[in-house]
């Protein structure tokens, strides 16, 4: 490891277009989890007042920036495009650093959060409504989509740039002002991001940012009666808490929470294409994706060679420190993810199912600076077991065999999960029986399970989603609200006649 100077440096919050340092007076070091000797900076514990100061902040933005024109917000994006694509190997260092993936996984994540930015710039000339005809004559019936105030936007570590990018892009082209929380392990790539909003021009106080833990500034941001919305990604146990609280208020929310995504693979399947598609979809991020592949459900015939396929590949990945070259997966993001990873390994074990490959964290050398674990696999998962159920979030497969594709169906539906799902065959009719009773918000055909565009809505179903989908003009759609107009142009005192 290289000496770091910046590992001293402390960042502060953005607030009303100024870099403020929290008011409790405190920082925390942002670690490197795959070298815990690199420190990449200092970041600010924020408290309840940077919270409220940012929402402060934001309302007073507001009306200014509602009542400025769509395309011309519009163009606020375009300019931060053109500033990340000119940052884009910065960001994904960085990324790389505090997340972990590798760095062709950081820079493929800021390349899609630039997309979306781009994608979310043109909205600004389409936000629509309607027209309608109306019941009365000379009346002109129609809807306006007008923005909804201050909003809140709460991201998880395992996309620190699409994330926030998918959330902010969509509330600000639509006319609100935002106040971002990032996840307390990676602020450095969001505190980045805060940079381009302020080069880029935006006014004061339309965009801000505060980082600090999920309790204080969470609850802050949530409970405040300045805050119209929440934008949520992450567990399903914050998830759903923050959802009750923001019932309480009767405020608007989406949050999009955990995932366990199986591959379908059907005997007449390319299994090459199969095997390659699962190793990417399970091991790609460490595991770390909601969309992540976390049970493979094979008919029993093509179980053997399957296996065998997903065992030599898993066993050929490099695993360390993503910003070295050669290197196929990160390490898990902090102890308490490398813990959960080990503890499900034994779940695996206790429950009877047969450990295949990897089981092990990885200390050797330079490995014990930071939080590695072998691929896993594992074969004989029956539906019960907490390794078919449960969202592991890391580098770890389940197998489980059937005999046909009615019991394949329903092993990939037996969960309480219901975001992604894919299917390996050569067979379009199968395929699309799949397609229409999968329960799930995204379906792939030959395809990992991983994967969304800035222009397609991204989300899931049962207990993975709660409110509107994101990205696309669906993403948009959730940080507006519809008025309907009634516009009586006859110019003269309505009389029976004119009905
Ligand atoms: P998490 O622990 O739920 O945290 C998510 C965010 O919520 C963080 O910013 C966290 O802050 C904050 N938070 C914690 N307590 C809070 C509270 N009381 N009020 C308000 N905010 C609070 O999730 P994570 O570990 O970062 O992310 C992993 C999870 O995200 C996985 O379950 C994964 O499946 C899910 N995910 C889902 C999608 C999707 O689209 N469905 C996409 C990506 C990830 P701190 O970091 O300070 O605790």
């Known amino acids: 490891m290289t000496a770091n100077p910046s590992a001293s440096t402390k960042h502060n919050n953005y607030i009303g277009g100024e870099w403020l340092a929290p008011s409790t007076g405190n920082w925390a070091p942002n670690r490197n989890p795959a070298d815990l000797d690199d420190v990449i900076g ?73 997309a979306l930015f781009e994608f979310y710039a043109g909205e600004g000339f ?35 740039f699409a994330i926030p990018a998918w959330k902010s892009a969509p509330a600000l082209v639509t006319g609100n002002t935002v106040v971002l929380k990032p996840a307390s392990n990676t602020p450095g790539t969001a505190t980045m991001m805060a940079q381009v909003m302020h080069d880029a021009g935006f006014p004061k106080g339309v965009f801000n940012l505060i980082t600090g833990p999920g309790g204080a ?18 567990s399903n146990s914050i998830g759903l808490a923050l959802n009750q609280r923001c019932a309480k208020r009767g405020i608007r929310v989406t949050a999009e929470m955990g995932g366990k995504n199986p591959v ?80 499900y390994i034994q779940y695996g074990l206790s429950e009877g199912a047969k450990l295949l490959c990897g089981g092990n964290q990885l200390k050797e050398g330079a490995l014990a600076r930071g939080f590695f674990v072998e691929p896993t696999i594992f074969s004989g998962v029956k539906i019960g077991h907490r390794l078919h159920q449960e969202e592991v979030f890391g580098p770890l497969i389940a197998i489980v065999e059937v005999g ?39 379906v792939h055909v030959n395809n990992p399970t991983v994967g969304g565009e800035a222009q397609l809505p991204f989300g899931g179903w049962k207990s993975t989603g709660v409110g509107e989908r994101e990205m696309a003009e669906e993403g948009a759609m959730f940080f507006t609200q519809l008025k309907t107009v009634f516009f009586d142009y006859t110019g003269a005192a309505r009389t029976s006649k004119n009905y």
């Open 42 to 114: 200092q970041y600010p514990v924020s408290g309840e007042k940077d919270a409220l100061e940012a929402i402060a902040a934001a309302k007073a933005a507001f009306p200014a920036w509602a009542a400025t024109p769509g395309p011309a917000r519009g163009r606020f994006l375009a300019k931060a495009v053109e500033l990340f694509r000119a940052r884009v190997d910065d960001f994904a260092r960085m990324l790389c650093r505090e997340e972990g993936k590798t760095f062709a996984e950081s820079k493929g994540e800021v390349n899609k959060g630039i």
């Open 126 to 160: 389409r936000t629509h409504g309607k027209t309608l005809p109306s019941e009365s004559r000379q009346t002109l019936t129609f809807t306006l989509r007008q923005p909804l105030g201050v909003v809140a936007l709460v991201t998880p570590w395992n996309f620190p």
């Open 217 to 234: 500034v969470g609850n802050t941001l949530v409970d405040s009666k300045d805050v119209q919305a929440v934008s949520f990604t992450g």
């Open 264 to 343: 379908v693979v059907l005997d007449d399947a390319d299994l090459e294409l199969a095997a390659t598609g699962i190793l990417q979809g399970a091991f790609g991020s460490t595991g770390q994706r909601c969309t992540a592949t976390s049970r493979v459900v094979v008919q029993r015939g093509i179980a053997p060679k399957l296996t065998e396929l997903l065992v030599a590949g898993a066993k050929k990945l490099k695993v360390g420190n993503g910003l070295e070259t050669g290197i196929d997966m990160g390490p898990a993001v902090d102890e308490a993810q490398l813990k959960t990873d080990l503890d």
């Open 404 to 442: 046909d594709f009615e019991e394949a169906l329903h092993a990939a539906n037996a969960v309480e999960f219901g975001l992604s799902a894919s299917i390996y065959t050569r067979d379009a009719n199968t395929a699309m029986k799949f397609v229409e009773r999968s329960e799930v918000g995204m």
